[in-house]
């Protein structure tokens, strides 16, 4: 989580170095994210990721659900970037769409289940959402 909301604070914080046109304040702003922000992301991603799904898929579970999110979101942020900043004419447009994208990636977060003290052998325990909808059919 505190790496998250690290990232969502990222390009608030480095759009002053980077707008002063100074290579170095660039080259210090860029290499702070990247070196703290997104380490601290991709370091615990794995072994998240890979406690989400059972034994028999987990090498497919995290492989798809990493590959399906780097498509879905990743691919379009280029160019989403680009036509906020073109749009707004502000750095701080694109800083916006981050924390966005930040917030939204917390309340997921929020919304997966534990697996701490849980058998990396056993399935997973249905959820509450899942057997209220299985009980309805």
Do not use: K, N
């Not at 694109?94 to 534990?114: D, F, K, N, P, Q």
């Amino acid at each position: 989580m505190a790496s998250s909301e690290a990232v969502g604070g990222w390009p608030s914080s480095s759009v002053a170095p980077s707008s002063t046109g100074s290579l170095i304040g660039v080259v210090v702003a860029v290499t702070l994210g990247w070196s703290i922000c997104h380490a601290a992301t991709f370091a615990v991603q794995s072994s998240y990721l890979a406690e989400l799904f059972p034994t028999e898929v987990r090498y497919s579970g995290a492989s798809m659900s990493y590959q399906m999110s780097s498509v879905i979101f990743g691919a379009p942020a280029g160019a989403i970037a680009a036509s906020l900043y073109a749009g707004t004419g502000s750095v701080y447009s694109v800083s916006v769409y981050v924390i966005i994208g930040c917030a939204v990636g917390l309340m997921a977060l929020t919304r997966v289940r534990e697996t701490f003290r849980t058998s990396l052998d056993s399935p997973p325990e249905p959820t509450r959402a899942a057997t209220a909808s299985r009980a309805a059919l």
